[in-house]
């Protein structure tokens, strides 16, 4: 085979290469998306114990989606809270709701951040309410509970 002939197959193979890689880069989709919200979170009215006495699990969604897909922060009153108590869906899930977890019966703020490569965004700041009550009452008995104006109330 003369110089001549190797010199136009390697020629050939390269452009045929060329023209595979270029192909390829053609038809990859480009997936890099920044953060978005798919799901803000909303206020929360949250009670201490359940109807059959059980501590009750406080849960706020805050769903996202992007590529790379985001990483979800949760905030209470402006202090980061602890990552283990967010679930992989984004949503906060804080078990065993005690009095303790509110520094007063009024609402508590809570928002959330969502960050991947290309950014960060902040969802609106909501409010937590608790509601705790000092004794259970005996059957056929009135119970008197504030209700703080434009929130729903379930009475069980």
């Known amino acids: 085979m003369s110089k001549t002939t190797r010199s136009k197959i390697v020629l050939a193979y390269v452009s045929l290469l060329l023209t595979v890689l270029s192909s ?12 978005q919200f798919t799901q803000e979170p909303e206020d929360t009215f949250v009670f ?3 109807a059959s006495g059980q501590p009750t699990t406080l849960t706020i969604s805050c769903g996202t989606s992007g590529d790379p897909t985001p990483t979800v922060t949760w905030f ?11 679930l992989e869906s984004g949503t906060l899930s804080i078990p065993n709701i005690t009095e303790g977890e509110s520094a ?9 951040t969502a960050t991947n ?16 009550f000092d004794g259970i009452a005996a059957p056929n008995t009135s119970v008197n ?3 703080t104006a434009g929130l729903d ?3 069980l």
């Open 24 to 35: 390829i880069a053609d038809s990859t989709p480009i997936t890099d998306v920044p953060p």
């Open 48 to 50: 201490e114990r359940d």
């Open 76 to 86: 209470r009153s402006g202090v980061e809270v602890d990552s283990s108590l967010v």
């Open 104 to 112: 007063s019966r009024d609402g508590i703020p809570y928002y959330c």
């Open 117 to 132: 490569s290309l950014g960060t965004i902040r969802s609106k700041t909501v409010q937590v309410f608790y509601a705790f």
């Open 145 to 147: 509970i504030n209700v």
């Open 153 to 155: 109330v379930a009475l």
